[in-house]
């Protein structure tokens, strides 16, 4: 055997000497660190899941209180006739005219059950009621303000408005979705939950829809035309603004305390002075002077409609 081949097969034996050092750290030392570093991985990732799902619960757990003390009575037959009666006091209350409210048999509502694979828990019932009326867009505003307003568990689904003639009326269908749960806090009547005074200054104010209606002709021409005549005091002592509604001659004659019989506007009057009256439309005062109209006081600066009062 030469020298030369001698190193060869050195050489040869070095070559897979290295190979299987190689092989045994990989086998060893590197393949069990990957592993646990991949281990290490999805632990933390899981450990990160768990304090996200666990934050999750604690929220849908403060939620669900909150929900149970809201919810209608867990019986549904209770549930749907209390708040039938609710609603139709409602009705009553801001005056929507030919109303009829009806409900719909209880629906069960159901969730995936946390301790039965494949099953589903049942935790309450829905319930559908379809209310129509007749009204106007600001008493429907104010409606609407005093429904969101309401401590239940429920929600406008659905709103459908036509008008009527061209007096301002509404013919007014609204679908309505309410829940009882079987875990409700209230078993006999129905929540006395209230907003917080911080949650209610968070509310907008409801009759921004009032000062345009798309419906109703001779909207803006309905303030034009209710002019201040004269102010007075009658038999019984009490002051009065007497009010033209129209190029008909009718005059109202309006107390403070009450508003102007207007269908298409809810004009306040707030305060009567020997020589100008206080009115109050949607979220706004203005004072008015005889002669004047309340289109004339309400309307956009720089209007060629606006008057300067003194």
Not at 9 to 28: E, N, P, S
Not at 36 to 57: G, H, I, M, N, P
């Amino acid at each position: 055997m030469t020298s030369t081949t001698k190193w060869l097969l050195v050489a040869c034996a070095a070559v897979f000497g290295i190979y299987g050092l190689d092989r045994m750290y990989q086998g060893w030392v590197d393949q069990p660190t990957k592993e646990l570093e991949s281990d290490r991985d999805r632990l933390s990732t899981e450990v990160e899941e768990s304090k996200r799902l666990q934050f999750a619960s604690q929220k849908a757990g403060k939620r669900m209180e909150e929900y149970a003390s809201r919810a209608l009575p867990s019986d549904p037959t209770l549930a749907r006739s209390l708040y039938q009666e609710w609603l139709l006091e409602l009705v009553e209350k801001h005056q929507l005219k030919s109303a009829s409210v009806d409900a719909s048999q209880p629906t069960p509502i159901e969730i995936k059950s946390r301790t039965k694979r494949g099953k589903r828990d049942r935790v309450g019932y829905r319930i559908d009621y379809s209310l129509r009326g007749q009204t106007t867009l600001a008493k429907l505003s104010a409606f609407l303000d005093a429904f969101r307003r309401a401590s239940h568990l429920q929600k406008i689904r659905s709103v459908s408005l036509n008008p009527l003639g061209n007096d301002g009326r509404l013919d007014v269908s609204l679908s309505i979705q309410v829940l009882c749960l079987d875990k409700a806090v209230n078993e006999k009547e129905l929540s006395d939950w209230e907003l917080t005074a911080e949650a209610q200054e968070d509310l907008k104010p409801p009759t921004t829809l009032v000062q345009r209606n798309p419906f109703a002709k001779g909207f803006a021409k309905a303030l034009q035309d209710l002019e201040l005549k004269a102010i007075t005091v009658n038999r019984q002592g009490v002051t009065e603004a007497w009010f033209s509604t129209g190029g008909r001659g009718r005059i109202e004659k309006v107390p403070a305390g009450q508003s102007i019989p207007n269908h298409l506007h809810d004009v306040f009057v707030s305060q009567i002075e020997s020589d100008r009256v206080l009115v109050r439309l949607t979220e706004s005062e203005h004072w008015i002077r005889l002669g004047q109209s309340v289109g004339q006081v309400v309307a956009p600066e720089g209007s060629p409609e606006r008057s300067t009062i003194q």
